[in-house]
C-alpha cells in the first residue's frame, strides 16, 4: 500500500518573485517592464511586491514580456493565494494577541496601509515564515523562562514575545567584543559607580560601553502593553550575551537592582537558558542565586549589618549611601526587601524616570 504525501511548505512565494527574477535576468528596469506592460510603475511595482493579483490580461501580457505561458502566470498566482489563505487563516486570532497599537505606537512596526497586510509585516518583525513557525518557536519561551510574575507572563506570552524579539533586533546591532565573563564581572565595580549619577543620558552610554567591551549586549525596550517583565538575558551566540532592561518601574532601585539580578543569570547560569524577570520573587534555585548575587554586588557583605542597623532617616540612609558609593535609592530598595522599613518610606529618595511620549 502507498500513500502520497501533499506538500504544504510554510511560507508562500509570489508571483512577483519570478518577475522579479526574470527582469533581472533580462536587465529590464522597473520603469521598462511597466511600460512594456500598458501598467503605471505603482501598479507595475504591486504586481512585484506580490500585492496585485494576476488577472488574465495581466498574464497575457506577462507572456508576451517575460515568456512563460498564460497558464503558467494564473496557476502561479492561484497557488500564491492559495497558499498565503491557508497560512494566514489564524491571522485573526494571532494579531489579537500582539500588542500591535504599542508596537507601532513604538516605532517597532510601520503602519501598513491594508489590514491584509499587517501579518506579513509582524512575520517580518518576528523574521519568521509564518504564524505556525511563530508558535512553534516561542512556545519554548514560557518553558524556558525564569518569570518572577508567571501569572502575567502566561496571560500576554504574545506581548513578551514582541519585546523579547525587539531586544534581539538592537542586541543584534550591536558591536560587541567576544564574551568575556571575568573581564564582564571586573566591569561590575564600574557599573555600580554609575548608579550614582542621576541622569539615564549620562549614565547609559557608559553602561552600554561597560557591557560591549565584555561581550553583552545591552537592551533598553520599552515594554508593550500586556508584557510584565523588568528584564531578561539570553545568548545570541556563544560569544554575544543579550541583557534586556524595560525601565518597567521608573524608578533606580528597580532598574539597577534588575540589571546586577541578570548579570548574575549571565556569570552564574548556562549560557544555553533564557531568564525572564518580573517583580515577584520565585524561589528557584537560579533565580535565588542571582537575587543573592545582585544584594551583595549593590551592599557587599561587610557593610549588610551596619545598612539592617541604620536610623532610619533620610540623612542617615543618604550618609551611607555616599559612604558605600552607590544611589539613596538602592539603600531604601533593600531596606525595604528586608522589611526594615515599610513599601511606601523614603521612597523620596528614589530617583524617577520617565518614557518619553
Known amino acids: ?48 511586491e506580490g500585492r496585485a493579483q494576476i488577472t488574465l490580461g495581466i498574464a497575457r501580457q506577462l507572456e508576451r514580456v517575460l515568456g512563460g505561458s498564460v497558464q503558467f502566470w494564473m496557476s502561479r498566482d492561484f497557488q500564491y493565494r492559495e497558499d498565503s489563505a491557508r497560512l494566514h487563516a489564524p491571522d485573526k486570532g494571532w494579531l489579537a494577541e500582539l500588542p500591535l497599537g504599542d508596537m507601532i505606537r513604538f516605532g517597532w512596526l510601520q503602519p501598513v496601509p491594508k489590514a491584509s497586510e499587517e501579518t506579513a509585516a509582524c512575520l517580518r518583525f518576528f523574521n519568521v515564515p509564518s504564524v505556525g513557525a511563530w508558535r512553534a518557536k516561542y512556545a519554548s519561551v514560557q518553558a524556558m523562562a525564569a518569570f518572577r510574575t508567571s ?41 555600580r559607580r554609575l548608579t550614582r549619577y542621576k541622569d539615564p543620558d549620562r549614565f547609559l552610554p557608559e553602561l552600554s560601553e561597560l557591557c560591549s567591551t565584555n561581550g553583552v549586549a545591552l537592551a533598553i525596550v520599552r515594554p508593550p502593553n500586556g508584557c510584565r517583565a523588568s528584564g531578561a538575558t539570553k545568548f545570541l551566540s556563544p560569544q554575544k550575551a543579550l541583557l534586556v532592561l524595560s525601565f518597567r518601574h521608573l524608578t533606580d532601585d528597580q532598574f539597577w537592582f534588575t540589571f546586577f539580578h541578570e548579570s548574575g543569570h549571565l556569570l552564574l547560569h548556562s549560557n544555553q537558558s533564557m531568564f525572564i524577570e518580573g517583580v515577584d520573587t520565585s524561589q528557584t534555585k537560579e533565580e535565588n542565586e542571582a537575587n543573592d548575587f ?20 533620610s540623612v542617615e540612609v543618604i550618609k551611607f549611601a555616599r559612604k558605600i558609593g552607590i544611589s539613596p535609592g538602592l539603600v531604601v530598595g533593600q531596606l525595604q526587601h528586608h522589611k526594615r522599613i ?9 530617583r524617577r524616570f520617565a518614557w518619553e511620549k
Open 1 to 48: 500500500m502507498s500513500s502520497v504525501l501533499e506538500f504544504r511548505p510554510q511560507w508562500a512565494s509570489s508571483p512577483g518573485d519570478t518577475i522579479s527574477d526574470v527582469l533581472s535576468e533580462k536587465s529590464i528596469s522597473l520603469a521598462e517592464f511597466a511600460s512594456s506592460i500598458n501598467e503605471s510603475i505603482d501598479r507595475a511595482k504591486d504586481l512585484i
Open 151 to 191: 501569572r502575567s507572563f502566561e496571560s500576554r506570552p504574545a506581548a513578551v514575545a514582541a519585546w523579547l524579539r525587539k531586544a534581539e533586533i538592537e542586541g543584534e546591532a550591536v558591536s560587541c567584543a567576544r564574551w568575556n565573563p571575568s573581564g564582564f564581572e571586573n566591569a561590575l565595580t564600574s557599573i
Open 294 to 313: 545582585a544584594e551583595h554586588a549593590l551592599i557587599p557583605a561587610e557593610h549588610i549589618y551596619a545598612m539592617l542597623s541604620l536610623r532610619l532617616d
Open 342 to 350: 515599610r513599601p511606601n518610606q523614603l521612597n523620596g529618595l528614589k
